[in-house]
């Protein structure tokens, strides 16, 4: 894990919002090279708004790596997680990652998996 990465993940876990949305997006720019560091990370967090932060970085990555967590997170309770874990995989866009929310979907036909958790659609 980088210094680079650490401090931004510290500046996300701050309780200032500016210096929390700073680290945040500084961590959005090191994602992809971070993805297993970022999937420890939301192993081990335990404040929601954090693990919905770090599971929307995990996506954003876009590497197959998160495929696991993603598919996990898209059986979760909690709608905010399930939610950013439709859009990690629809941003994926892996057979797989395309199968798991097809899947999900046909079993929970309520819920829209084209939607991202912001109510934009997903790229």
């Known amino acids: 894990m980088s210094n680079e990465f ?3 993940l510290q500046q996300m876990r701050r309780r200032d919002p ?3 949305e700073d680290g945040f997006h500084r961590l959005r720019e ?3 090279e971070h993805v ?3 999937i420890t990370e939301f192993h081990t967090e335990t404040e929601h ?3 919905c932060w770090l599971l929307e970085l995990i996506g954003d990555a876009k590497s197959e790596l998160a495929l696991p967590l993603l598919t996990a997170e898209l059986h979760n309770d909690d709608e905010s997680l399930r939610d950013w ?3 990690g995989l629809l ?3 892996t057979p797989e990652a395309r199968r798991q929310v097809w899947q999900w979907h046909q079993n929970n036909p309520g819920h829209s998996p084209d939607r991202s958790p ?3 659609r997903a790229p």
């Open 85 to 87: 874990a439709i859009r």
């Open 36 to 38: 297993e560091d970022l």
């Open 30 to 32: 090191l994602a992809s």
């Open 6 to 8: 650490r401090r931004a």
């Open 118 to 120: 912001t109510g934009r």
């Open 18 to 20: 500016q210096t929390a």
């Open 49 to 51: 708004g954090t693990r």
């Open 91 to 93: 941003l994926l866009d």
